[in-house]
C-alpha cells in the first residue's frame, strides 16, 4: 500500500468518530494499521481475510489494540451473514464488495457512510482477465442505487464513495 492511499484511509476513518468499520481483505495488515491510527478511540474496526496464514500477520501486529477485531473469513460469507450495526466506513481490498455483491455491501452502510477501494489502474500482477472487471465496475457505479462514488486515478486507483 502506498504512504498517500494509506494517509487517506487515516483521514477518512478520523471523520467517523464512534463509527463501526470494516475491511474487506486484511491481507498483512496494512490497511488495517492505517485505518486505526485515524480512528478515534471509541471507533471499532472488522477486518475480513479468507487467509488465516496472511491474516495471522496482521494479528501477531495489531490485535492488542482493543478497536480491532479480525475475523478469518471469506467476505462472501461474510456478507451473507453480517448482523451487526450499519456501518460507517467499508474499506474494500477483495472481489466481494467491490466486484461483485457491492450493493450488498452498500446496503450495510449507514446515510453518509463512506466506501473506499483501491487498485482500480493496471498492475503487473494483475491476471489478464482482471482489467475487465474493473472496467465492468467503474461502467456501473453510475446505476448503483444509493451511492454517489468518485473513481480516482491517484496512487494505485482510487473509489471514493458515500451512501445517500
Same mark, same amino acid.
Given at each position: 500500500?502506498?504512504?498517500?492511499?494509506?494517509?487517506?484511509?487515516?483521514?477518512?476513518?478520523?471523520s467517523k468518530p464512534g463509527g463501526h468499520l470494516v475491511e474487506l481483505g486484511?491481507?498483512?495488515?496494512?490497511?488495517?494499521?492505517?485505518?486505526?491510527?485515524?480512528?478515534?478511540?471509541?471507533?471499532?474496526?472488522?477486518?475480513?481475510?479468507?487467509?488465516?496464514?496472511?491474516?495471522?500477520?496482521?494479528?501477531?501486529?495489531?490485535?492488542?489494540?482493543?478497536?480491532?477485531?479480525?475475523?478469518?473469513?471469506?467476505?462472501?460469507?461474510?456478507?451473507?451473514?453480517?448482523?451487526?450495526?450499519?456501518?460507517? *466506513?467499508?474499506?474494500?481490498?477483495?472481489? !466481494?464488495?467491490?466486484? &461483485? %455483491?457491492?450493493?450488498? /455491501?452498500?446496503?450495510? $452502510?449507514?446515510?453518509?457512510?463512506?466506501?473506499?477501494?483501491?487498485?482500480? *489502474?493496471?498492475?503487473?500482477?494483475?491476471? !489478464?482477465?482482471?482489467? &475487465? %472487471?474493473?472496467?465492468? /465496475?467503474?461502467?456501473? $457505479?453510475p446505476e448503483v442505487p444509493n451511492l454517489r462514488a468518485t473513481p480516482m486515478r491517484w496512487t494505485s486507483g482510487l473509489?471514493?464513495?458515500?451512501?445517500?
Amino acid at each position: 500500500m502506498q504512504i498517500s492511499t494509506g494517509s487517506l484511509l487515516a483521514t477518512l476513518a478520523a471523520s467517523k468518530p464512534g463509527g463501526h468499520l470494516v475491511e474487506l481483505g486484511t491481507g498483512v495488515g496494512a490497511g488495517a494499521a492505517w485505518l486505526l491510527h485515524g480512528m478515534h478511540p471509541d471507533a471499532r474496526l472488522l477486518s475480513i481475510e479468507a487467509d488465516e496464514a496472511v491474516q495471522a500477520i496482521a494479528t501477531k501486529h495489531l490485535a492488542a489494540d482493543p478497536r480491532v477485531t479480525f475475523e478469518t473469513t471469506d467476505a462472501d460469507q461474510w456478507l451473507d451473514t453480517y448482523e451487526g450495526p450499519r456501518l460507517a *466506513l467499508a474499506y474494500v481490498d477483495c472481489r !466481494p464488495g467491490k466486484f &461483485h %455483491r457491492l450493493q450488498d /455491501l452498500i446496503d450495510l $452502510l449507514e446515510p453518509g457512510g463512506l466506501y473506499i477501494v483501491d487498485d482500480l *489502474l493496471p498492475q503487473t500482477t494483475w491476471p !489478464p482477465s482482471h482489467q &475487465h %472487471r474493473v472496467d465492468t /465496475l467503474l461502467a456501473h $457505479l453510475p446505476e448503483v442505487p444509493n451511492l454517489r462514488a468518485t473513481p480516482m486515478r491517484w496512487t494505485s486507483g482510487l473509489l471514493l464513495g458515500a451512501r445517500t
